[in-house]
């Protein structure tokens, strides 16, 4: 009768392990060609990158140097200067992006749906326009002799700017472009998840005297961490990455005012030939992504129920 038992066990034994096989070939079967994607397009492309860095590679020389390509950027002013401008710019948008975009989510959230789609779909037509025509856009709109916003100015009195060309203000204008680039998909973000706030609460919170702003601090802006996070970060990365709108309006200009990290990576790749030094320059921007990264977690992680 054990024996008898003990057979059966292992039959179901059996069974169940060749369901999960079968199950798990399943799942990697769809799992597959992404797989193939993010692992020839994404884990290959980084690991050569990091290869390559040690490297004096250029059209014609490919020469172990270990450390020296690094060692340069520690000595690189131009370079030191384009992480300084790298940083700027993500200090400079993230916040504002996160302000903008919770302050229009929270006057349309509770609009009628018509009213809402509306709002949500004129902030975020620019996440799904082309880049190349929006920055364009920007370009007239700073246009020292024919520009919109130089003439806005002129009405006040003011004299004409060369937006672009002044390196006390083609910072600033790189910033301004990017935040109406970055706003859209929080704003979607940010709708959905007052929508997922319990009514409950709000209700409790006002029959107890509590104020608006109150109400926010303490029911809605804790319940909204999670989403908080993941734009912050989501956002963080974007803003280091930029460089599609300095090629396009400053090409690093004035004077290296408006060069970013990523900016730097295509001109001594593309420009220079200098892959190896390239190579180092994205390796080192992938640790400071991933430092800010960290401390992002850490910093807004302990809010944020998983």
Request: net charge positive; glycine share 6%.
């Amino acid at each position: 009768m054990e024996n008898i038992r003990k057979g059966n066990n292992l039959s179901v034994r059996r069974k169940i392990n060749k369901t999960n096989l079968r199950e798990w070939t399943t799942a990697y079967l769809f799992l597959a060609p992404m797989l193939v994607f993010f692992i020839g397009f994404v884990v290959y492309p980084m690991l050569k990158g990091i290869y390559i860095s040690f490297f004096d590679y250029s059209l014609r020389n490919f020469k172990f140097v270990g450390l020296d390509n690094y060692i340069s950027l520690i000595n690189d002013k131009i370079f030191i200067k384009s992480l300084l401008n790298t940083l700027i710019l993500v200090i400079g948008n993230v916040p504002v992006v996160i302000l903008i975009s919770l302050f229009v989510s929270a006057n349309i959230y509770k609009k009628s749906p018509v009213v809402r789609s509306l709002f949500r779909g004129i902030f975020y037509l620019p996440t799904v326009c082309s880049v190349v025509s929006i920055t364009v856009v920007w370009g007239w709109i700073y246009h020292p002799n024919f520009g919109i916003l130089n003439y806005l100015t002129s009405l006040f009195g003011f004299q004409p700017i060369g937006w672009l060309g002044d390196p006390k203000y083609a910072l600033g204008c790189m910033i301004a472009v990017l935040v109406t680039l970055s706003v859209g998909q929080p704003i979607i973000l940010y709708v959905a998840a007052l929508g997922n706030v319990p009514e409950s609460y709000l209700e409790a919170a006002e029959i107890d005297g509590a104020k608006p702003w109150q109400v926010f601090r303490h029911i809605t802006w804790p319940l909204l961490m999670p989403t908080t996070l993941y734009i912050i970060i989501i956002t963080t990365i974007n803003s280091f990455q930029c460089f599609s709108i300095i090629q396009l309006l400053t090409a690093g200009g004035p004077s290296y005012a408006t060069s970013t990290v990523m900016y730097m990576v295509y001109e001594r790749a593309f420009t220079l030939n200098k892959y190896g030094l390239s190579s180092a320059m994205g390796v080192v921007l992938a640790i400071v992504i991933m430092i800010i990264s960290i401390i992002q977690f850490k910093f807004f992680g302990d809010e944020v129920d998983y």
